[in-house]
C-alpha cells in the first residue's frame, strides 16, 4: 500500500513545517491499563497539545500553505470546538484575520479557549444545534465574503497536518503492534492511517466511534458517507453526522476494525482516567482507553497506543458524566414509586426497602396538588451493580408500586 503517494500526502514536509508552532506531545506508557489488559499500553497524550487538542496540526498546516494573496482575504471555519481553537491559534501565528463558526451548543469553556487562542484576530458567530448546521452557515459565509474555508477534516492538507501524529508515534514507538484512535469527520484517523500503514503495514489500525454518531461505521457499512437524520451530541468533539468523502475512503481502505463506544463507558473512562492517572480528558479524548474493553483479546501481549485527542473538558459537565457513568454502570436507577395510603409509608421505605449502603439521591412528588397522596421520583443510588434486584424485591415485598424508568427511555427523558 502506498496511499500517501497516489495522494500526494507528504508526513515528513508536514511535521517540519508545523514544528515551530505545534508541541511535540508524550507517548507515556500506562502501567495500570498495561495490566489490566496484558498488553503494553502507550497514550499518545494530544490532550497536551498548545490549544490541548491535535486539531491545531491540520489547520495550520493548512493555513500556512495558502498563498498570500487567499491569507489576506482571512479564513473561516466551523467546529464544535476544538478545531475552533486550532484554526484561532494559527491565525494569532500568523496574524491573518478569521470567522470562526461554532454550533450554540458548544460547551463555553470551548467558546473562550478560541477566543483566548485567537485574540483579535478572530471573530466567533454561535449559530445552529449541531456541527452540521453551523457548517452550513460558514460556507454560505465564505462564499459570500470571499474567503478561504478551512475545512476541519475533509481536505488534504489537513490530513495530512493530521498524520503527523503517527509520525512522532511511530519515531517514538517503532515496535508498535496497534493504534486506536477516535473518528468524528475521520482526519485523524485518515492521516495517522495513511501514515502507518505505508511505513509498518502490519500495524493494526482499530477506529472508533460514539455510539450515538455512528457515521463512519455505517458509511463503511452503506459503502459510501450517509448522513444520519439524529446524533446523540454528547461526545461533542466526534459527532458529525455525516463524515467526509475524502477521509471515508481512506479509512475503508485503512482501518482493519471499527467499534462504537456506548456514551456511559466513554464517561465511567473519564473518570477513572481523572481519579487514576491525573489526566483530564474530554469524551472524544477518552474513546480510544475506552475501547479496550472490546479489544482485550486482540491486544494481549502486544504494544498498543490509545490516541487521547483532546483535553477541552468543562468542569460544569463533570455532574452529568458521573451521572451517565452511574448509569451505564447500573449503580443509579429512578423509579416512580407509588406509596401506600397508610401512616409512616415514606419511613418504611427508607428503613426498610433501602439497603444500608443504598443513597436516595432525588426525592421528589410528581402531582403539584396533593403530593403526598401522589406518585414521587425517586433516584437511588447503589454500591454495587448486584444490590439491584435485592432492591426491586424488596419494594414488592412491602407492596410498593413503582415503575423502573431506566428500562423506559420515553418517561427517562420526560421526567429524569
Do not use: W
Given at each position: 500500500?502506498n496511499v500517501?503517494?497516489e495522494?500526494?500526502?507528504?508526513?515528513?514536509?508536514?511535521?517540519?513545517?508545523?514544528?515551530?508552532?505545534v508541541?511535540?506531545t508524550?507517548?507515556?506508557?500506562?502501567?495500570?491499563?498495561?495490566?489490566?489488559?496484558?498488553?503494553?499500553i502507550?497514550l499518545?497524550?494530544?490532550?497536551l497539545?498548545?490549544v490541548r487538542?491535535?486539531?491545531?496540526?491540520?489547520?495550520?498546516?493548512?493555513?500556512?500553505?495558502?498563498?498570500a494573496?487567499?491569507?489576506?482575504?482571512?479564513v473561516?471555519?466551523?467546529?464544535a470546538?476544538n478545531?475552533?481553537?486550532?484554526?484561532a491559534?494559527?491565525?494569532?501565528k500568523?496574524?491573518?484575520?478569521?470567522v470562526?463558526?461554532?454550533?450554540?451548543?458548544?460547551?463555553?469553556?470551548?467558546?473562550?479557549?478560541?477566543?483566548?487562542f485567537?485574540?483579535?484576530?478572530?471573530?466567533?458567530?454561535?449559530?445552529?444545534?449541531?456541527?452540521?448546521?453551523?457548517?452550513?452557515?460558514?460556507?454560505?459565509?465564505?462564499?459570500?465574503?470571499q474567503?478561504?474555508?478551512?475545512?476541519?477534516?475533509?481536505?488534504?492538507?489537513?490530513?495530512?497536518?493530521?498524520?503527523?501524529v503517527?509520525?512522532?508515534?511511530?519515531?517514538?514507538l517503532?515496535?508498535?503492534?496497534?493504534?486506536?484512535?477516535p473518528?468524528?469527520?475521520?482526519?485523524?484517523?485518515?492521516?495517522?492511517?495513511?501514515y502507518?500503514?505505508?511505513?509498518?503495514?502490519?500495524?493494526q489500525?482499530?477506529?472508533?466511534?460514539?455510539?450515538?454518531?455512528?457515521s463512519?461505521?455505517?458509511?463503511?457499512?452503506?459503502?459510501?458517507?450517509v448522513?444520519?437524520?439524529?446524533?446523540?451530541r454528547?461526545?461533542?468533539?466526534?459527532?458529525?453526522?455525516?463524515?467526509?468523502?475524502?477521509t471515508?475512503?481512506?479509512c475503508?481502505?485503512?482501518?482493519?476494525?471499527?467499534?462504537?463506544?456506548?456514551?456511559?463507558k466513554i464517561?465511567?473512562?473519564?473518570?477513572?482516567?481523572?481519579?487514576?492517572?491525573?489526566?483530564?480528558?474530554?469524551p472524544?479524548?477518552?474513546?480510544?482507553?475506552?475501547?479496550?474493553?472490546?479489544?482485550?483479546?486482540?491486544?494481549?501481549?502486544?504494544?498498543?497506543?490509545?490516541?487521547?485527542?483532546?483535553?477541552n473538558?468543562?468542569?460544569?459537565r463533570?455532574?452529568?458524566?458521573k451521572?451517565?457513568?452511574?448509569?451505564?454502570?447500573?449503580?443509579?436507577h429512578?423509579?416512580?414509586?407509588?406509596?401506600?395510603?397508610?401512616?409512616g409509608?415514606?419511613?418504611l421505605?427508607?428503613n426498610?426497602?433501602?439497603?444500608?449502603?443504598?443513597?436516595?439521591?432525588r426525592?421528589?412528588?410528581?402531582?403539584?396538588?396533593?403530593?403526598?397522596?401522589?406518585?414521587?421520583?425517586?433516584?437511588?443510588?447503589?454500591?454495587?451493580?448486584?444490590?439491584?434486584?435485592a432492591?426491586?424485591?424488596r419494594?414488592?415485598?412491602?407492596?410498593?408500586?413503582?415503575?423502573e424508568?431506566?428500562?423506559?427511555?420515553t418517561?427517562?427523558?420526560?421526567?429524569?
Amino acid at each position: 500500500m502506498n496511499v500517501d503517494k497516489e495522494v500526494g500526502l507528504d508526513f515528513g514536509a508536514a511535521a517540519k513545517r508545523i514544528s515551530d508552532t505545534v508541541k511535540r506531545t508524550p507517548l507515556e506508557y500506562n502501567a495500570g491499563l498495561s495490566k489490566k489488559y496484558n498488553a503494553n499500553i502507550y497514550l499518545k497524550r494530544e490532550d497536551l497539545q498548545v490549544v490541548r487538542s491535535y486539531k491545531l496540526r491540520g489547520a495550520y498546516n493548512m493555513i500556512s500553505t495558502l498563498p498570500a494573496q487567499q491569507l489576506q482575504n482571512g479564513v473561516v471555519c466551523a467546529s464544535a470546538g476544538n478545531h475552533a481553537q486550532g484554526v484561532a491559534y494559527s491565525c494569532k501565528k500568523l496574524n491573518i484575520k478569521g470567522v470562526i463558526f461554532m454550533p450554540e451548543i458548544t460547551p463555553r469553556q470551548k467558546v473562550k479557549q478560541t477566543e483566548m487562542f485567537g485574540g483579535d484576530n478572530i471573530k466567533i458567530v454561535l449559530v445552529g444545534d449541531t456541527f452540521d448546521d453551523c457548517m452550513k452557515e460558514a460556507l454560505i459565509y465564505t462564499e459570500q465574503q470571499q474567503m478561504t474555508f478551512i475545512p476541519p477534516f475533509d481536505n488534504i492538507k489537513v490530513i495530512e497536518g493530521q498524520g503527523t501524529v503517527g509520525v512522532e508515534v511511530f519515531e517514538d514507538l517503532p515496535e508498535l503492534d496497534v493504534v486506536i484512535m477516535p473518528i468524528g469527520g475521520g482526519g485523524l484517523a485518515s492521516g495517522v492511517g495513511s501514515y502507518l500503514k505505508n511505513i509498518k503495514p502490519s500495524v493494526q489500525l482499530i477506529g472508533v466511534e460514539p455510539e450515538g454518531a455512528p457515521s463512519m461505521k455505517n458509511a463503511m457499512e452503506n459503502g459510501d458517507p450517509v448522513t444520519l437524520e439524529y446524533i446523540d451530541r454528547f461526545v461533542d468533539g466526534a459527532a458529525v453526522k455525516r463524515v467526509g468523502n475524502l477521509t471515508f475512503k481512506y479509512c475503508n481502505e485503512l482501518l482493519d476494525q471499527m467499534l462504537l463506544i456506548p456514551e456511559g463507558k466513554i464517561c465511567t473512562t473519564i473518570l477513572k482516567l481523572y481519579n487514576e492517572d491525573a489526566i483530564v480528558v474530554e469524551p472524544a479524548g477518552a474513546l480510544a482507553v475506552a475501547s479496550l474493553d472490546q479489544v482485550k483479546e486482540l491486544i494481549e501481549g502486544k504494544t498498543v497506543v490509545c490516541i487521547v485527542s483532546g483535553g477541552n473538558n468543562d468542569i460544569e459537565r463533570m455532574q452529568e458524566i458521573k451521572e451517565k457513568s452511574l448509569l451505564f454502570e447500573g449503580l443509579k436507577h429512578y423509579f416512580i414509586v407509588r406509596f401506600p395510603q397508610r401512616p409512616g409509608a415514606l419511613k418504611l421505605f427508607v428503613n426498610n426497602v433501602l439497603g444500608p449502603h443504598d443513597d436516595i439521591t432525588r426525592f421528589e412528588f410528581i402531582k403539584k396538588t396533593n403530593r403526598e397522596n401522589g406518585p414521587a421520583l425517586v433516584g437511588i443510588e447503589l454500591a454495587e451493580r448486584s444490590h439491584y434486584e435485592a432492591l426491586v424485591a424488596r419494594m414488592k415485598e412491602f407492596k410498593f408500586d413503582v415503575i423502573e424508568l431506566n428500562n423506559d427511555q420515553t418517561l427517562f427523558e420526560y421526567l429524569v
